[in-house]
């Protein structure tokens, strides 16, 4: 019903910049709250930073002052500017979006992307 599709993944020396973009399409009514997650091999998935439809955000306390979230709602999009990049970035990162679809009756769901791949070298 919905589709998430992430861009913007590569390498990167350490201190360099990337920017992730995440497009969601499909049966969208409203899209709640949207985020990134990283999962680094042999660890589990963490909240990178999340975005509320009014803007407010919230970000892992490592990333903070280096990452920026932010999103357009009319383009149902969102966007994860990176920079001071470190290795301990590297990781696939997932867009994630709680979706309110225009499916009858009206429901609310989680949906992922694919996963992009971020790698920070030393």
């Known amino acids: 019903q919905v589709q998430l599709v992430e861009s913007g993944g590569g390498s990167v020396q350490a201190g360099g910049s990337l920017r992730l973009s995440c497009a969601a399409s499909?049966?969208?009514?409203?899209?709640?709250?949207m985020a990134w997650y990283r999962q680094a091999p042999g660890k589990q998935r963490e909240l990178v930073a999340s975005?509320?439809?009014?803007?407010?955000?919230n970000y892992l306390d490592s990333v903070k002052g280096r990452f920026t979230i932010s999103r357009d709602n009319a383009k149902n999009t969102v966007h994860l500017q990176m920079n001071s990049l470190e290795p301990e970035d590297t990781a696939v990162y997932y867009c994630n979006a709680r979706v309110v679809t225009t499916s009858t009756p009206v429901s609310t769901a989680v949906y992922w992307g694919q996963g992009t791949q971020v790698t920070v070298s030393s």
């Open positions: 499909g049966r969208i009514f409203r899209i709640n709250d």
């Open positions: 975005i509320i439809r009014g803007g407010s955000t």
